[in-house]
C-alpha cells in the first residue's frame, strides 16, 4: 500500500505524515459534533489511508446525565453519515476506508443505518468480522463487560457469570433489539473471541475493540475509594477475555476506547501485552484524542488532543 499523508511543498510528505500508511483512530466521541468536526478537518488535511471508529459515537443514552433512547434517532442520517459523504465526495480515490464498531452506549437498532450508509460514507461494520487492509486484516468486536448503565445492546458477561459489585448483568437492563435469552444469558466475550478467530493467523491482524484489555494502563477508572455494599470496587474495569485473548495470540496491534479517565490517570495512553501494541483514544476532556498509527510501526503510534473549540 502506499503512502498517505498531507502534500506539503513540491508534493512532498510532511513530518507528521512520514508512516507508510498513515491511519486514525478515535473513539469514545459521543455524538460531540465540535469533535467530529475537528475528526472531518484532520481526515481532509492529512488524507489518512484508513479511519478506526472504536465504539460510543452516538449520543449516550440512559444513565445519570444521559439522555433519553430517542436522542439518538436521526444523528447518523442527520449529520454523521452527510460529513463523512462529504469527505468522501471531496478527496475521491484519496478517501480512506472507514471501520466502525459500536460501544455500549451506541443503540444496536442502529446498525441497520451504518450498513445504508456504507455505499456514500465508505463505512465497513467490522464487529464480529474480519475484513482486509493491504497486508493487515481487521477484525472488530464491540462487547464490553457488564457496566451500571442500564443499556445493553453491547454488553456481555466476560469470562463468567460474574459480574462486579455496582454493575447490572446484561439481563437486567434493557435492549433496543430482541435477543435470544440464551444468548443474553450464557454469551461471554471470551467464547465470543475464541469462536470469531479460530484457525486465524492473528500475526499480522489489527483488533478494533471498544473494551480495553484488564489490568492494564488502558482501563483505569476513578473507583479508588469506592464501595458497594461494603465491597471495594476494582478501578481496573477492562476485559479479562481481551487481555487472557491478546496474550495468547499476541495480534500485532489492538485498539480500545470506553474508560474515558484511564489516560489521565495512568498517565498513558498506550500499553503492551508481550509483543502486541495496545493503544487508546479513550479521553474526558473536550479535545479530540486523535491516535495516529502505521500498522507497519505500531510502536511509532502518536496521540494529539486536537482542542473541539
Known sequence: MQARGRPGPAGSILAADVMGTLC????????????????????????PAAVFLGGDLLPSVFGAAL???????GFISDFLAPGFARLRARLGGLAPRVFVVFGNHDLARHVGDVLEAAPVTGWEWAHERRLEFGNWSVFGYSYV???PFLLKDWERYDVSRFVDPGCVAPEEGRRSIELP????????????????????????????FHAPPHGTALDRAALDGVTVDHAPLDPHV??????????????????????????????????RL????????????PELALVRFDPARPEAATRQLIPAG
Open 145 to 147: 463487560p457488564p457496566t
Open 238 to 271: 477492562g476485559s479479562i477475555a481481551v487481555r487472557r485473548f491478546v496474550e495468547a495470540r499476541q495480534p500485532l496491534l489492538t485498539l480500545h476506547g470506553h474508560v474515558h479517565e484511564s489516560a489521565r490517570l495512568t498517565g498513558n495512553w498506550r500499553d
Open 181 to 208: 435469552e440464551r444468548e443474553i444469558r450464557l454469551a461471554t466475550i471470551q467464547t465470543d473471541l475464541e469462536g470469531m478467530t479460530a484457525g486465524e493467523d492473528l500475526a499480522n491482524a489489527v483488533f478494533l
Open 274 to 285: 508481550g509483543a502486541t501494541h495496545c493503544l487508546s483514544a479513550a479521553h474526558d476532556g
Open 67 to 73: 439522555a433519553p433512547m430517542g436522542s439518538q434517532d
Open 24 to 47: 486514525f483512530f478515535a473513539s469514545d466521541l459521543h455524538g460531540d459534533v465540535p469533535r467530529y468536526r475537528r475528526l472531518f478537518d484532520a481526515i481532509l488535511a492529512e488524507r
